[in-house]
Structure formats: C-alpha cells, structure tokens
C-alpha cells in the first residue's frame, strides 16, 4: 500500500520521454530515467496520452531495468482512449504536441469500459504488477468547454465509478485527477472521493487564487497535491530577461504575465537566489503539497532539478515578495526543502 507522503518532495514528469514537441532518442530517455532514480527521485507520473503510449512504454522499459523490485511509485491516467490513426498519417510530424512514432492519436473516453481497458493497457506497457495511483486526465470545462457537462456525468456514472472499483478491490493503491483547473476538482469533491489530485500549475509562483477555497477544501477532506507543471508552461524556469519566446499556460505570455514575472525575477537575482528554485520550492510549504514534478527530458535537467530543489532561500525573499504584493500575503512559504 502506498503512502502519498512517501513521494518525495521532487518528482519525475514523464511527458517529455513522450517525444514532447521533439523527438529523443530511445538510449536518451532511458538515460534520464536511470538519472532520475539514482538522484534519489521515487516519484513518476506519466498517461497513455504522452506519446500515445510511448512515455508509459519507456518509463516502463527502463523501470524494469533499474527497479525490478518495482520499489518507483508510478501514476497513470485514463480519460483518453488510444485509437489507430488514419492510414498514411505521417508519423514525423507532431501530433497533439508529441513527435513519436506511435501509430495511434487519443481521444477523451471516460466510459467505465474504457477506463477499465485503458487501465489494463497502461499496465501492460508499464510493464509493472499494479499501478500505485491512477488519475482521470484532463476532465473540466477548461478543456471540454460546454462539452463539460455531458463528460462531468459520463466520468461520474461511469470513469469514476470503474476507479473506485479498481481502489477499492486493491487493483490500485490511490485515485485522483490529473488537470489543468482546480474548480473541476471542487466539483468531483462535491459528489465523490478522491485520494490525490495532480494539479498542472494554479498553485505556483504566479498563481495563488487555490488558495480561496480548493486548498482549504482539501485540508479538509484531506486530499493531497502534486503540483505538476511548477514553472508554468516555462516562463518560471527560463525567467523574461534573457529574451526569447516566453510561454506561459502553453500560451504566450501576455505583456501583464511577463511584467509580473519581471518583478519576481528581479527579486529573486537581489536575493541571489535563482528564479527556478523559487518556482519549485514555493508550492511545497503548503501542507497538502506533497511532490512537484517538473517535466524533464535530460540528465543534466535531472541533476538541474535536483539542485534548484536543494538551494538555500533566504527568508527575506519571500519577506519582500509578500511586501511588494507579488505573492499572496496568506501563502505559505518554505523554512526548508529536502528529497
């Protein structure tokens, strides 16, 4: 049985060994995960929608390699069903933001047959006993927009239902959401349980408004955070003054976004503290933060990660953030991060 306080305060994000917007090599991804694991990291999070199983197939491959004792705690997802693309498809070019060679595109099913089969599937490429945590992908309106409401009740009646089978037969150990929005979180809450909620950013640096209602709601009734996507689709690890395209919610980032970024960044060289240990650091002083899973695609990523998690911040800095209204006055700030 797994212990969602045992994952580590740093996590691996598995989406970039999916071919995320590039392609890497088979031996490249490998050697990131193999980084990962001996850098201490027990944490990795991936879905079939990640290079259309190719992320899942190797963080499995090189699991079973380095960890035949199946000691990693890895999550998945459902919600997406893999289906074969049309004949003649070029393979080459990205598709839905990954370049891999998978012959197969995902499409959102949160059917209770097709979580039970996507379950089955992931495992199978996951080469692994049993998932530990499982996580709907990408349900809310954000996503769906007004196909929300016709997907929040095929989830409820159905996806839901099939994952609440598969804790409570002891298939997995916890379940959750894995999304891009915490109001469809509070509205899952309302009608159902969950054990865990992976957040892609709105908990960050930049973003504190979680802290209204949807963290209290999940002091409340317990629920634990892994906060993915730390750096805020990359505006929060490169920083806006060095130039270059600056991205932030996948987007580019608005002038607004990018003067607020400014100020913290400012901060953070006063303070010599480096802008990306800030962003990583920040979301776990909140007790329901357990792990930050940046996404990482490189060793020398890997080892980057682990540094900026292990720097020193001064107090002042945060002092100063709070002062000059760059983060909220209620946001709890670390004493200390360690793996």
Same mark, same amino acid.
């Given at each position: ?7 580590? #305060? &740093? *996590?691996?994000?598995? %989406?970039? $060994?999916?071919?995320?917007? !590039? /392609? ?33 197939? #190797? &963080? *499995?491959?090189?699991? %079973?390699? $380095?960890?035949?004792?199946? !000691? /990693? ?27 891999t ?7 959102f ?10 379950y089955? /599937? ?12 499982l ?62 909620v ?69 901060l953070?060289v ?16 909140h ?49 200390s991060?360690t793996?």
């Amino acid at each position: 049985m797994v212990d969602l306080n045992a994952l580590g #305060r &740093l *996590g691996f994000g598995a %989406a970039a $060994i999916g071919n995320l917007y !590039r /392609a890497t090599p088979d031996e490249e991804a490998a050697a990131t995960v193999r980084s990962a694991w001996d850098s201490g990291l027990l944490y990795y999070d991936t879905a079939p929608h990640y290079g259309f199983g190719l992320s899942e197939k #190797r &963080l *499995g491959d090189a699991l %079973a390699e $380095i960890d035949p004792d199946q !000691r /990693a705690i890895v999550s998945t997802k459902v919600g997406r069903r893999l289906d074969p693309v049309e004949p003649g498809t070029d393979l080459s070019v990205a598709r839905q933001a990954f370049v891999t060679p998978e012959p197969f595109e995902s499409v959102f099913d949160y059917s209770y047959d097709a979580v039970m089969r996507s379950y089955e /599937a992931s495992r199978a490429r996951l080469r692994r006993d049993r998932i530990d945590i499982l996580l709907a992908h990408d349900i809310g309106r954000v996503t769906h927009g007004d196909d929300h409401p016709r997907r929040f009740a095929e989830f409820m009646e159905g996806g839901y239902r099939a994952m609440r089978e598969l804790r409570d037969g002891g298939a997995v150990d916890a379940i959750g959401l894995g999304v891009n929005e915490y109001q469809v979180c509070e509205e899952v809450m309302a009608v159902g349980e969950i054990d865990v909620v992976l957040l892609a950013g709105r908990y960050t640096l930049l973003e504190q408004e979680a802290l209204e209602t949807f963290l209290p709601l999940c002091e409340r009734r317990d629920v634990k955070i892994v906060l993915g996507g730390p750096y805020n689709s990359g505006i929060l690890a490169r920083g806006v003054r060095g130039g270059g395209e600056l991205h932030y919610n996948y987007e580019p980032a608005a002038p607004a976004i990018v003067a607020r970024v400014g100020a913290i960044e400012d901060l953070c060289v006063e303070h010599d503290v480096p802008l990306a240990a800030a962003a990583l650091q920040l979301p776990l002083a909140h007790p329901q933060v357990i792990s930050v899973i940046p996404g990482l695609n490189s060793a020398d990523q890997v080892a980057q990660a682990v540094a900026l998690i292990q720097t020193d911040i001064p107090p002042a800095l945060w002092r100063d953030l709070k002062d000059r209204g760059l983060i909220r006055a209620d946001t709890p700030v670390p004493d200390s991060i360690t793996l």
